[in-house]
């Protein structure tokens, strides 16, 4: 009976043999040398059940017997981890994993969208930066020393600020803030591959009367987001429709008044020199409590409306 037992506990664990191939989208070729980890969720984390590196041809395999459920491929190459789900029932034969060349030639990833929102509350004041990037390469932009984006914090937040990364197909995953050599001026160091990726940065400070910003550099205009408390007044800010609900708040309808609300639209701006006296230096912005409710034009997706109010 001992013995019949065991064997069916062993057979009711299914015995998954990976093999593939690691493509080289950028050169259209298998590439060698790829790390391949096969890894699987669990409660405590992602568990690791086998690994491999790819040959001359491209080609690897895995032989794991791994629980029931789905799986992860991640093939890491030149710095940059490229995932692949394994399900339950799926082909694991002939398994094609994509990979990228990568670079750090400057345009290859752009700024599509620059949001900020700003959600005054009785003690804090919640600061919520968002960054869509583009890349419509056949190259992966990967440069750790400027890193993927850079941004300002405030000295009141002591350099602490929550930051969620969303890659193409990907689910969101958190990363640090990097300080860089210049005050204030922090960086994400995260590749950006083909395609979409979202990056949001957010951190509270305490409230105030009067809160500045300073915008390090967009290749698109960036968009102010201003409950009706606040009034927003800097450099290059130009007025955009305002959005209103029922039930006051965030404006988020699509009523849009042109004369009541701001924007701010201004060129990529390196950081402040150390010599620029306190506050004072182009592409800054200024936060004021007692104004009408603000919304920027064409609002990024994300950003819902109210239910029901068009």
């Known amino acids: 009976m001992i013995r019949a037992l065991v064997v069916f506990l062993a057979f ?3 015995s998954l043999a990976l093999d593939g191939v690691a493509i080289n989208v950028t050169t259209g070729k298998p ?8 890894v699987q969720p669990s409660q405590n984390g992602m568990v690791q059940l086998g690994n491999a590196t790819t040959d001359a ?10 629980p029931p459920g789905p799986g992860l491929l991640q093939a890491n190459y030149e710095g940059t981890t490229y995932n692949q789900i394994i399900t339950p029932g799926m082909a694991t034969t002939g398994v094609q994993l994509k990979v990228y060349d990568a670079t750090k030639k400057a345009g290859v990833a752009r700024t599509m969208e620059h949001l ?4 005054p509350g009785a003690d804090r004041l919640r600061v919520s930066e968002t960054f869509v990037l583009g890349n419509e390469s056949n190259l992966t932009f990967n440069d750790p020393a400027k890193g993927s984006i850079q941004f300002f914090l405030p000295p009141a937040t002591n350099g602490n600020a929550q930051v969620i990364i969303t890659a193409p197909g990907g689910m969101p995953i958190p990363r ?3 300080k860089t050599a210049t005050a204030g001026i922090y960086k994400v160091d995260y590749p950006v591959k083909p395609g979409e990726t979202r990056m949001d940065v957010s951190y509270t400070v305490p409230s105030a009367e009067k809160f500045s910003g300073k915008i390090v550099a967009s290749d698109a205009a960036t968009h102010l987001v201003t409950p009706g408390t606040v009034t927003v007044t800097g450099d290059g800010i130009e007025l955009a429709g305002r959005w209103t609900t029922k039930a006051g708040g965030v404006d988020a309808a ?5 004369e009541t609300d701001r924007c701010a639209r201004r060129p990529v701006r390196p950081p402040p020199p150390p010599s620029s006296p306190a506050g004072v230096w182009p592409g800054r912005a200024t936060a004021t409590q007692g104004a ?3 919304r920027c034009r064409q609002p990024p997706r994300e950003v819902p409306s109210p239910r029901g109010e068009r």
Request: net charge positive; aromatic share 2%; proline share 8%.
């Open 12 to 14: 009711s664990l299914p």
């Open 31 to 38: 590439q060698a040398g790829v790390d391949i980890n096969l």
């Open 57 to 66: 041809q491209g080609q690897f395999k895995i032989d794991k017997q791994i």
């Open 116 to 119: 900020i929102l700003l959600e």
């Open 176 to 178: 640090p803030a990097v």
């Open 254 to 258: 699509h009523a849009r008044e042109p």
């Open 292 to 294: 009408r409710a603000r």
